[in-house]
Nanobody
Framework: QAQLVESGGGLVQAGESLTLSCVIS????????WAWFRQAPGKEREFVAA????????YYSDSVKGRFAISRDGAKNAVYLQMNSLKPEDTAVYFC??????????????????WGQGTQVTVSS
């Protein structure tokens, strides 16, 4: 069973950047597709970005496209989320997830079988 540990969250001002890290143990980076989701208070967990294990294809939600970038590092067995031009509406707990979703499920929580504990990102205006 894979274990995922996120880090890199914090408090920033609007317009600033953060990079989240997800270190993976128990699985290699090639075993799964990897994704980031986020959950704001009182809201459902929502898809942010994903990267496929084959080909490295990436997918983004419309709300972060052009501002966020997902990447992976096989040597470090880690997945990253570079977040630029942050907005107050990006405030949420960010979760790393791994799994083998079919393409139609890549943006859904049900497509992933393992999750990290989350890291808080707070963006002030």
């Amino acid at each position: 069973q894979a274990q995922l540990v996120e880090s890199g969250g914090g408090l920033v001002q609007a317009g600033e950047s953060l990079t989240l890290s997800c270190v993976i143990s128990g699985r290699t980076i090639r075993d799964y597709d990897w994704a980031w989701f986020r959950q704001a208070p009182g809201k459902e967990r929502e898809f942010v970005a994903a990267i496929r294990r084959s080909g490295g294809y990436t997918y983004y939600s419309d709300s972060v496209k052009g501002r966020f970038a997902i990447s992976r590092d096989g040597a470090k067995n880690a997945v990253y989320l570079q977040m630029n031009s942050l907005k107050p509406e990006d405030t949420a707990v960010y979760f790393c997830a791994g799994g083998v979703p079919i393409l139609s499920s890549i943006r859904t929580t049900g497509g992933y079988r393992t999750w990290g504990q989350g890291t808080q990102v707070t963006v002030s205006s």
